[in-house]
Nanobody, 130 residues
């Protein structure tokens, strides 16, 4: 079974940084394989949104406008882990953060369409206080 486990959430003050980790099991992250993977979040009372995604078939990494320039997605295939470095956190970044894995050829598609995600991880809560 493919499983994703997100961790690294917590309570921080505005302006601080956090790094989230998503450990993947049952699927080997390898740039020679075709898959899309990314980070998503769901704030209280809002729908889940894709914020940072890439596909091994796509040269571009997608970031939503709300996080562009502040968040960075990266992958350590040796550890089968995907990270989300979050800098300059704002209270509006408060949400449950999830990682998702699918088979889209495009990072943007992986983020925009939930149907592009085949596997969801358990979320981790990030709370940013003002």
């Amino acid at each position: 079974d493919v499983q994703l486990q997100a961790s690294g959430g917590g309570v921080v003050q505005a302006g601080e940084s956090l790094r989230l980790s998503c450990v993947v099991s049952g699927f080997t992250l390898d740039e020679d394989k075709e898959y899309g993977i990314g980070w998503y979040r769901q704030a209280p009372g809002k729908e889940r949104e894709g914020i940072a995604c890439f596909s091994t078939s796509d040269v571009d990494t997608y970031y939503s406008e709300s996080v562009k320039g502040r968040f960075t997605i990266s992958s350590d295939n040796a550890k089968n882990t995907v990270y989300l470095q979050m800098n300059g956190l704002k209270p509006e970044d408060t949400a449950v953060y999830y990682c998702g894995l699918g088979y889209s050829d495009y990072g943007e598609e992986t983020c925009i369409y939930e149907s592009a995600v085949s596997y969801w991880g358990v979320g981790t809560l990030v709370t940013v206080s003002s």
